[in-house]
Structure formats: C-alpha cells, structure tokens
Antibody
C-alpha cells in the first residue's frame, strides 16, 4: 500500500535551517506530486509548496518564497523540504502529502489522498 | 489568493445527530474542493474530493455538496469516531489554501 514516511523530530536554533524528508513507497513516484503542509500548535493547515518529482519543478506559497526549498530524488522516491532562517513561529508539525499527476496530460488532481505521519520541528534558543 | 472561510468554528452535537459544515470561497473554485478530517495527533484524512465524491473507504454518512463559492459537508448521523476537526481545501492555478477548520465536539 502507499506510504509516505517522514524523518524524525528536529530541534533547531533560531536563524538555522531544517531539512525534512518524505520517502514514498507502494506507488509510482512519477505519478504524483508532493506537497508540504504545516500545522502550528493548535492551529490550522498551511500549504507551503509542492514539487512534481518527474519534472523536478517546484512552486511555493508566496509567504514562504525565498525561505523554503522543495526537492526530490527520483532514485530513492524521496522528497525534501528545507526551511531556512528559522524563527519561533516556524515551530510546527510538517506534513508531506501526495496528489496524483498525469505526466501525459499535465493534469494534477486538486486534493491529497495520502499524507505522511508528520514531523515536529521545534525552533527554540 | 483564494480565502476559504469555514463556519461554524465549533459545532456541539450529540451522537446520532446531523452535522452540517459550511465552507465559503472568496471567489469561485468551480467544484475543485476537498474535505479532510483530522483527529488529535494524526495527519488529515481525505473524506471528499471534487466537492461531492467520497474518497475510498469513507462511509456513506459523509456527503459533500456545492459548487462555485459555497460548499457543505454533511454527516448524516454522527458516530463517536466522527468528533474531530474538519478542513476544506482548494487549489487554484498557482496556490492552494485550506479553511480555518470546524471542530465537531460532543455536546
């Protein structure tokens, strides 16, 4: 079955960077996109950006432009999200999530059918 | 950016009652709206996609309706496991947004 398995919890200092991984299994990595969504404690869901692994093309939410980089390694079916210049407000659970993508038509579905288990990133001095 | 506004913020109901959750978009999203359920400590779970299609394995008591800017998620008869937070989500050409969520709590 399809699984997205994320890396473990991180504790970071303000001003540093964090890189979270999301390894996919049970599906064809070229058949979907991977988005990153975060959730601050007690808050709602916030989309950060996404990548189409087979094309290596990423786009980001305006709020995170210049501070987030999403990459993918097709050889290991793993996506990565790196967030820099961390501040306390970045303390959150970070999720990866999958959307189906058709390389032939370029069509991407508008929803997430599978999610990773989440990675808690704590930013504290 | 399209803003999704969910109402009410909290819905207090008893098991067996009907739950009606609303999601309003700041501009038309056609039928490209999804609903998710999230329980404490868990990742969101897809319930409904394209406004009215139930995802695989989702019970028939969950239904979605609407198009354009106004959408509704209905739970026909609440089961104990349905008490959770529900989010709507849309994706436009370049960005994706979630609503603020509705918490369905036990009355």
């Amino acid at each position: 079955q399809v699984q997205l398995v994320q890396s473990g919890a991180e504790v970071k200092k303000p001003g540093s960077s964090v890189k979270v991984s999301c390894k996919a299994s049970g599906g064809t990595f070229s058949s979907y996109t991977i988005s990153w969504v975060r959730q601050a404690p007690g808050q709602g869901l916030e989309w950060m950006g996404r990548i189409i692994p087979i094309l290596g093309r990423a786009n980001y939410a305006q709020k995170f432009q210049g501070r987030v980089t999403i990459t993918a390694d097709k050889s290991t079916s793993t996506a990565y999200m790196e967030l820099s210049s961390l501040r306390s407000e970045d303390t959150a659970v970070y999720y990866c999530a999958r959307s189906l993508f058709d390389i032939l038509t370029g069509y991407e579905v508008h929803f997430f059918d599978y999610w990773g288990q989440g990675t808690l990133v704590t930013v504290s001095s | 950016e399209i803003v999704l506004t969910q109402s009410p913020v909290t819905l207090s109901l008893s098991p067996g009652e009907r739950a009606t959750l609303s999601c309003r978009a700041s501009q038309s999203v056609s039928a490209y709206l999804a609903w998710y359920q999230q329980k404490p400590g868990q990742a969101p779970r897809l319930l409904i996609y394209d406004a009215s299609n139930r995802a695989t394995g989702i019970p028939a008591r969950f239904s979605g309706s609407g198009s354009g800017t106004d959408f509704t998620l209905t739970i026909s008869s609440l089961e104990p496991e349905d008490f959770a937070v529900y989010y709507c989500q849309q994706r436009s050409i370049s960005a994706l947004t979630f609503g603020g969520g509705t918490k369905v709590e036990i009355k």
